[in-house]
Nanobody, 118 residues
Framework: VQLVESGGGLVQPGGSLRLSCAAS????????MSWYRQAPGKERELVAV????????NYADSVKGRFTISRDNAKNTVYLQMNSLKPEDTAVYYC????????????WGQGTQVTVSS
């Protein structure tokens, strides 16, 4: 099982980035996919989640209207489009895959750094 994030980097405030998470080794279309982030000295927090069926998305209040989560089941990839970035969005962003029914399974990516600074 692998989750490989990419697309992080340094961006100025107000800029945009698109994160990608390529999955392999499990039935991607059956899993709830999420993005989390962890800033220095803070706990990991949920940013956005997208269900496996129906494609229902939910977002943290801090990113609503600025971030969009999407998935391409044909490519086994989940994306996070981040617009109007703010310095407080600076964090390591992690991809998460969850099979919520028995037997439950959860997988994490290695993370990708996003730094918003002028």
């Amino acid at each position: 099982v692998q989750l490989v994030e990419s697309g992080g980097g340094l961006v100025q405030p107000g800029g945009s980035l698109r994160l990608s998470c390529a999955a392999s080794g499990f039935t991607f279309s059956s899993y709830v996919m999420s993005w989390y982030r962890q800033a220095p000295g803070k706990e990991r927090e949920l940013v956005a989640v997208l269900t496996s069926v129906g494609g229902t998305a939910n977002y943290a209040d801090s990113v609503k209207g600025r971030f969009t989560i999407s998935r391409d089941n044909a490519k086994n990839t989940v994306y996070l489009q981040m617009n109007s970035l703010k310095p407080e969005d600076t964090a390591v962003y992690y991809c998460n895959a969850l099979r919520p029914w028995i037997p439950k399974r959860m997988y994490w990516g290695q993370g990708t750094q996003v730094t918003v600074s002028s």
